[in-house]
């Protein structure tokens, strides 16, 4: 398999500003998942899919933010009216379920909110 | 609601010495239990995982974990640590919604 791409890497916005990232999983892998991590945190569920449906979105998340994953293949996150506290990276996973519960990791999205 | 605990935010070992990490986890049902690992600039990768069946499971990098559910823990260890293993360690918590612990930032000393 070729893993889970992230686009892009890095992403420097002013705050107030829209900005949206895209997750490319696994081929096979029909659950995608996407987690914000700050430094000397664990990643923070946000959002996942079971192919194009979202079944779970956190409490903690604001209405600013909004996942899609319109074809149950690739997702993207969006941001609008991004804030200073936004500021992290963002991973992406996905596995294959039923299957082994591994979760495969994108090398994430790193937000700045200047 | 489930949640994971990690009471050590940073512990440093010896090269070659023993290590043990703790987690202990909540949750409402039988849980499934992971650990990853978080190098710098690399992604998460898995070290092992437990379902069910025998509570000491064997992971990768000569890493096992013991859960025992009386104490709601799943600590992982290593009998000798290597340089390389430095990272951050992350256990975690169910299946569809897995969720992390603060993680443990391990420093290997020569």
């Known amino acids: 398999d070729t893993g889970v791409s992230q686009d892009p890497r890095h992403k420097i916005t002013k705050r107030g500003q829209n900005v949206t990232f895209r997750c490319d999983p696994i081929?096979?892998?029909?659950?995608l998942y996407w987690y914000r991590q700050t430094l000397g945190q664990g990643p923070e569920f946000l959002t996942y899919?079971?192919?194009?449906?979202?079944?779970?979105k956190s409490r903690l998340l604001s209405d600013r933010f909004s996942a899609e994953r319109p074809k149950g293949s690739f997702s993207t996150l969006e941001i609008q009216r991004t804030e200073q506290g936004d500021s992290a990276m963002y991973l992406c996973?996905?596995?294959?379920?039923?299957?082994?519960?591994?979760?495969?990791f994108g090398s994430g999205t790193q937000l700045s909110v200047l | 609601a489930q949640s994971v605990t990690q009471p050590d935010i940073h512990i440093t070992v010896s090269e070659g010495a023993s290590l043990e990490l703790r987690c202990n986890y909540s949750?409402?049902?039988?849980?499934?239990l992971f650990w990853y690992v978080q190098s710098p600039g690399q992604g998460l990768q898995l070290l092992l995982k437990?379902?069910?069946?025998?509570?000491l499971v064997q992971g990768i990098k000569g890493f096992e974990a013991e859960f025992k559910r009386s104490q709601s823990s799943f600590n992982l260890r290593k009998p000798s640590v290597h340089w390389s293993d430095a990272a951050e360690y992350f256990c975690?918590?169910?299946?569809?919604?897995?969720?992390f612990g603060t993680g443990t930032k391990l420093q290997v000393i020569p």
């Open positions: 996973a996905s596995r294959k379920e039923p299957g082994s519960g591994k979760l495969f």
């Open positions: 081929s096979e892998h029909n659950r």
């Open positions: 975690a918590v169910t299946y569809q919604k897995v969720t």
């Open positions: 899919f079971q192919n194009e449906a979202q079944l779970e």
């Open positions: 949750y409402g049902a039988t849980p499934y």
């Open positions: 437990y379902f069910s069946g025998d509570t």
